[in-house]
């Protein structure tokens, strides 16, 4: 039996999979299919941090210790996640995506995955701007529940307020930024008036399926993430959530090439990376 890198490298990548299979049987967070070498790094900094000789040895605290558990599955949630909204993307959406929006009665949105609250809410300030709240409803996910009540707190560092406020005006925000947040001196809320349309739910995009039907869907920051057979099955979902012509958006790095769905949706904008489904 050989005892060099190779075998080192190879039974780590075992350790690894049993840790995220205990994860899952344990606590039924599922991140078997997350892209490996992204997760790897994260699970050997917690081993170091809590003083774990091996990932065995991590696996053993984080089964017996759920307090450890929320810590590791916070920021695997939060791994490969960019903060901040591009502020074309947000332009685009305003520009171009709203007045297909308004062709519709009643308008559903799926926010996938709101570890940033700043994209959410700025979503939600579109459509008041541009006149949809009253016929709009944003189903905000997240499967992890400290990210999800973060976001519903709508809470924020008050140092962060000028670059929020940037953003907002780059994507052609219509007003003051700070009319929209109770301004406190070490934390920002934004106003209950943007979280009148939204619902907050947990959601996993690796085990759980399509839950309504849908006229946008936005994902920008999840798939980045997955695996090829974890991707696959997130855009299977987000198709079965879609209704015919339904948009979906989708990151800057993500793309439907070499996929079963890359005949199945239109790019709209190629840019931004809008979709429309077709079939």
Excluded at 3 to 15: C, Q, R, V
Excluded at 19 to 27: A, D, I, K, P
Excluded at 67 to 82: F, G, I, N, P, T
Excluded at 261 to 276: A, G, I, K, P, Q
Aim: proline share 5%; glycine share 4%; hydrophobic share 40%.
């Amino acid at each position: 039996m050989g005892t060099g890198p190779e075998s080192a490298t190879e039974l780590e990548e075992l350790e690894v999979q049993l840790l995220l299979e205990g994860v899952y049987q344990r606590y039924g967070f599922d991140f078997q299919e997350y892209d490996r070498p992204a997760i790897t790094p994260l699970v050997r900094r917690f081993a170091r941090r809590w003083k774990c000789k091996t990932i065995s040895g991590l696996q053993e605290m984080i089964l017996h210790q759920p307090a450890k558990m929320d810590a590791l599955c916070l920021a695997l949630s939060e791994s490969s996640k960019s903060e901040l909204p591009e502020p074309s993307y947000l332009a685009a959406l305003r520009r171009e995506i709203v007045p297909l929006l308004r062709t519709y009665p009643f308008v559903r949105i799926w926010q996938v995955g709101c570890s940033s609250p700043l994209s959410l809410y700025l979503l939600s300030i579109v459509i008041e701007e541009e006149g949809l709240a009253e016929k709009t409803r944003i189903y905000a996910t997240e499967q992890n529940e400290t990210l999800l009540s973060r976001a519903e707190s709508g809470l924020f560092p008050a140092t962060c307020l000028p670059i929020y406020a940037d953003i907002y005006r780059a994507s052609g925000g219509r007003k003051k930024f700070a009319e929209y947040c109770n301004i406190g001196r070490r934390q920002t809320l934004f106003k209950e008036q943007l979280k009148k349309n939204i619902v907050f739910a947990q959601h996993q995009l690796s085990s759980d399926s399509s839950f309504n039907v849908f006229n946008l869907i936005l994902s920008r920051k999840e798939l980045c993430r997955f695996s090829y057979p974890l991707l696959i099955r997130a855009l299977q979902t987000f198709y079965d959530s879609l209704e015919i012509f339904g948009l979906l958006a989708l990151g800057p790095a993500d793309s439907l090439s070499f996929t079963p769905f890359e005949t199945r949706f239109s790019l709209v904008l190629e840019r931004e990376n809008f979709y429309r489904k077709l079939r």
